[in-house]
T-cell receptor, first 117, second 112 residues
Framework: DAGVTQSPTHLIKTRGQQVTLRCSPKSGHDTVSWYQQALGQGPQFIFQ???????QRGNFPDRFSGHQFPNYSSELNVNALLLGDSALYLC????????????????FGPGTRLTVL | EDQVTQSPEALRLQEGESSSLNCSYTVSGLRGLFWYRQDPGKGPEFLFTLYSAGEEKEKERLKATLTKKESFLHITAPKPEDSATYLC?????????????FGKGTRLSVIA
């Protein structure tokens, strides 16, 4: 059973550049959430995608945007990179709503380590 | 605003020395409390979900319990391979979809 996969594993960018991170959900899952984890901190929620639409968004600026494709895979885009964007970016997948409720038993990928110089 | 506080920040145990990690939470209508294990540089690995006060779940040397204000992760006779950061997260709210809120984690080191 394929788990959540993310690419690339590591990425080094300079300030002002743009980056795209990719995620494929666990087999059978149709909902993808993205998190940012700074060193020594817990993951911070960025946004969630279901049925190719952004369903929830955390406290992140518009520089952070995303997309979900018909096969449920997802991309996270960050524009105008800042030094403070350096972090581990995590993708988590889960099942879509049951009777209108999202049960967030989420399974995480290995993450993409982004370094902004 | 939902909040999660984990303590201690770091814990060092001798192999076989049992202990507990604490997760205190403030949430508007708990829908679920989640425990994850995270190894350095890797994604969190799902351990348990608890839904209501009084619920307990076990997996090998780990046992998670839940009250109305906090959850404990009990580690019995730990081994060096249990060394990791343990994260607690809550999902709350009355709406159909609210994101997980994570604590900062407890960094556990088990010394042989």
């Amino acid at each position: 059973d394929a788990g959540v996969t993310q690419s690339p594993t590591h990425l080094i960018k300079t300030r002002g550049q743009q980056v795209t991170l990719r995620c494929s959900p666990k087999s059978g899952h149709d909902t993808v959430s993205w998190y940012q984890q700074a060193l020594g901190q817990g993951p911070q929620f960025i946004f969630q995608y279901y049925e190719e639409e952004e369903r929830q968004r955390g406290n992140f600026p518009d520089r952070f945007s995303g997309h979900q494709f018909p096969n449920y895979s997802s991309e996270l885009n960050v524009n105008a990179l800042l030094l403070g964007d350096s972090a581990l970016y995590l993708c988590a997948s889960s099942l879509g709503p049951i009777q209108g409720y999202f049960y967030n038993e989420q399974f995480f990928g290995p993450g993409t380590r982004l370094t902004v110089l | 605003e939902d909040q999660v506080t984990q303590s201690p920040e770091a814990l060092r145990l001798q192999e076989g020395e049992s202990s507990s990690l604490n997760c205190s939470y403030t949430v508007s209508g708990l829908r679920g409390l989640f425990w994850y294990r995270q190894d350095p540089g890797k994604g969190p690995e799902f351990l348990f979900t608890l839904y209501s006060a009084g619920e307990e779940k076990e997996k090998e040397r780990l046992k998670a319990t839940l009250t109305k204000k906090e959850s404990f992760l009990h580690i019995t006779a730990p081994k060096p391979e249990d060394s990791a950061t343990y994260l607690c997260a809550v999902q709350g709210g009355d709406s159909g979809n609210t994101p997980l809120v994570f604590g900062k984690g407890t960094r556990l080191s088990v010394i042989a």
